[in-house]
């Protein structure tokens, strides 16, 4: 039935909705008014929301009065509930504006994840009802960010999964677009609240926007960029506070032109873990590693440095909501690795380019890093891909850094109308 | 499994716990110091949580913020949230513990429901999922006052919700008892918050149990007191901010001595309406009550006076939750029925005596309007059953009416030390 409506050249988008967009019943309202207007011009809208605002923090200090090391499937008990809260509220206003609306939590539209808590990954989606309400020419709100495993435990998929949701439910239902609303425009040069400068790109590649992503522009969660590329989702990302086009992610080849650097992103959430004299006997530092990434705490960026003869240090990076875990499983395997210090430094950024055609334009590295030398900006760690140059930094610094890359490439509003970039 | 385990003498306990008992983190830690230390005596432990303190008016609040008329759906969708909340937090903290817990929703626990929302009827529980986590000898925390449809959809169980679901658990699993915790010690032979010289009854019928509950005295649902009653589940009322033995509710055989009147009880939650100048037709009385109770609006108490030859007046009362559906209910009627004027009047209070004695002591009806005419006290409207007599008047007094009652049956605690009752 779905797909028989379908045919008959109809639309289906998925927006999604971040905290911001639904901050408060006055910003509820807003978000059901945008839903009924492109309901009433397109077929079939699913939106997926946020929790409101700060509920998600009210939730986690209610937790932290209670207990520092809450059992994570209760702790995702708890923080399921925001956006239960908002796609309640969010159906009522959509309801008061004469549309048929239902609401669905992450269990109730078929999310199945598997058991990882807190970071729970999509394993598939019955879409069954999800369909059965779309054919019955209503709007669904759908929880962002949650799941449930086989087991019908609630789970929730890690910071910014709501982005994953509505990717994985743009995917498994093959829509037209899938938009992702947020509190800025698009995606910039560099992020607009740390610089005036920065220019809101038209569109980007699935590759760029993924390190982007990754990289801390906080717009988009890596993994439903990811999905996105997979499954070839068309992705927008857009303000939720007033109609402009927003940006546009696509295959690169689908770009006007590529550009050598698109952008330049700043992430200070990042914290550099130095273990110092570490015994120099293989197979320690993937001890290190695969201890860490068994307690699904992902490492960034890793430096090894021999000098001293039988000991090494190994200096490496994580996000820091991973610290206080991390803390426990390295004290743990030092009883037996005797690893003579440890040192965690949470002042630290990651400031990156990314450009789509950087990998055939040599020396756009060495250009970064002159960008840094002349504004005195020390380099701590750096890291590399086909499309990326990360360098690791004094939080302090970070700002500075930005501005400095950012006006070396030229990326600005000023240099844009007579330059060319690069 | 789990009933072998119980063929060993081992008790399961079905504990209650509302909403001031779960007021903040730091009752929530008491609760669950009291789990704990139960648990450590017994053997099963379930524990049915209602939620924190004043989280369902913060959420009823967020509602009205959008709507004063939601969706029922998606009101059940947004309350059923605080239990969700409340059962995460005590299962973390009861973990703090250090006792193997789990929490579950009204849909883990498999409590199925009809899909009247807003005040949903338990259908039947699928207890396979709670008796797995209890044979894995750990304390099971459920959200108590929600269920689920057979079609997944979040339902709650009205006002008091909670009681029904830790009644429902208990019969279900052959509980060998059910205690009701709440702020006050137990049942009394009227409101303390009301009465100074209240008594705290050591044991009670569930026949007036039910009555006290249908009559306001807030303590427990009455629903779940006939479910006791059906199922022979064995009820107590205690307090869970200190360790009193509090009211146990019981078949009435097994009361140490029936009393001819237990107590007082007034209910200041209805609402008189009155249908002035109704056609004397044949089937207009059954057709407005018919119409209220296609909505789940409860008539409680029912006057009809024929005055005038061709018109009665109709005067009923219901709970004060139902009265905006009410209103649109009989103006709808109001256009084929042609009643003259309706007037609504929530400043009334129904005050009755409850006593499983009454019906074999002839004058009890009579002893209580006299003391009413003493005071001064109209009585607007009379009802009776085998075992209570009610009283509607003015709201204002009804204090003062429960006062005079109490004395002239000698239910106070000085009177109790010299005098018998009646």
Redesign the interface.
């Given at each position: 039935m779905l797909l028989n409506r379908r045919q008959d050249d109809m639309g289906l988008i998925v927006q999604k909705y971040g905290g911001t967009s639904v901050a408060d019943?006055t910003r509820?309202?807003k978000v059901a008014e945008r839903l009924v207007k492109r309901k009433r011009e397109e077929d079939q809208v699913i939106a997926v929301v946020s929790a409101i605002g700060d509920t998600t923090d009210e939730?986690i200090n209610?937790?932290n009065?209670?207990?520092d090391?809450?059992?994570k499937?209760?702790?995702d008990?708890?923080i399921?509930?925001g956006e239960?809260?908002s796609?309640?509220?969010l159906?009522?206003?959509i309801?008061?504006l004469g549309e048929d609306v239902?609401?669905l939590?992450g269990?109730?539209v078929g999310i199945i994840t598997d058991d990882l808590h807190t970071k729970a990954k999509i394993l598939e989606i019955d879409s069954s009802?999800l369909e059965k309400e779309l054919a019955k020419d209503q709007i669904v709100v759908v929880a962002g960010f949650q799941g449930i495993t086989i087991n019908?435990?609630?789970t929730t998929l890690g910071r910014g999964g709501s982005d994953t949701t509505a990717v994985a439910l743009a995917a498994k239902l093959d829509a037209d677009i899938c938009e992702i609303y947020t509190d800025v425009n698009g995606i910039y040069t560099a992020d607009p609240r740390m610089l005036d400068d920065a220019v809101k790109l038209p569109e980007i590649s699935y590759d760029e926007m993924l390190e982007m992503a990754s990289l801390g522009a906080k717009v988009l969660q890596p993994r439903s960029v990811e999905f996105a590329k997979q499954y070839k989702i068309k992705l927008a990302v857009k303000s939720s506070f007033n109609y402009e086009s927003g940006t546009h992610v696509k295959e690169v080849e689908e770009l006007e032109k590529g550009k050598v650097v698109s952008g330049v992103a700043c992430n200070t959430n990042e914290v550099k873990i130095s273990l110092i004299g570490v015994p120099d006997r293989p197979g320690i530092a993937s001890k290190v590693f695969n201890t860490l990434a068994e307690s699904s705490i992902n490492v960034d960026m890793i430096i090894q440095n021999v000098h001293r003869g039988e000991v090494n240090d190994i200096t490496f990076t994580i996000d820091d909501e991973d610290l206080s875990q991390a803390k426990v499983i390295l004290n743990e395997l030092n009883k037996e690795l005797t690893i003579e210090d440890i040192i965690y430094d949470a002042e630290v950024a990651k400031v990156s380019i990314v450009g789509a055609g950087m990998v055939t334009n040599p020396g756009v590295a060495a250009k970064m890093f002159e960008a840094l030398a002349d504004a005195d900006i020390n380099i701590e760690m750096i890291s590399t891909s086909e499309i990326k140059v990360s360098c690791l930094m004094d939080e302090a610094k970070s700002q500075q850094a930005v501005k400095v890359i950012h006006d070396k490439f030229n990326l600005g509003e000023k240099q844009r109308v007579s330059d060319q970039n690069v």
């Open positions: 019943t509820i309202k939730l209610l937790s009065e209670i207990t090391q809450p059992p499937r209760e702790y008990m708890l399921s509930t239960q809260v796609v309640a509220l159906a009522m206003a309801n008061e239902i609401s939590t269990s109730q009802r019908d435990d609630i």
